[in-house]
């Protein structure tokens, strides 16, 4: 699987996760007697199994990372990180 195939099924996983979560708090609040539209154990193994299945998509993708080097010799992890601490200086300057 290439990268940016990865990245996409990483994102339909946590959209597929969040999603169960949110049916799962639906159902969550149902009037007292009334029975909820899917059974909640279900709903937790559905996303239980999603869950593994990210962990290992996103183990996989970060050796990636760490293993694929740039241009510049720096990993992409390395430039990643670079992103996010230059992202977070620019929202500091907004800020003040």
Known sequence: MK???ALLERKSLKEQIAALKERAISDAR???GDEPA???DELVVK???LVEQLE???IAINR???STQLVEGKSIMEAIARR???QYTSA???IF
């Open 64 to 66: 990636t990372n760490v």
């Open 3 to 5: 990268l940016a195939e």
């Open 56 to 58: 290992k998509l996103m």
């Open 92 to 94: 500091r300057f907004i």
């Open 38 to 40: 899917e059974k909640p």
């Open 30 to 32: 149902v009037q007292e």
């Open 47 to 49: 996303i239980n199994n």
């Open 84 to 86: 996010d601490m230059l």
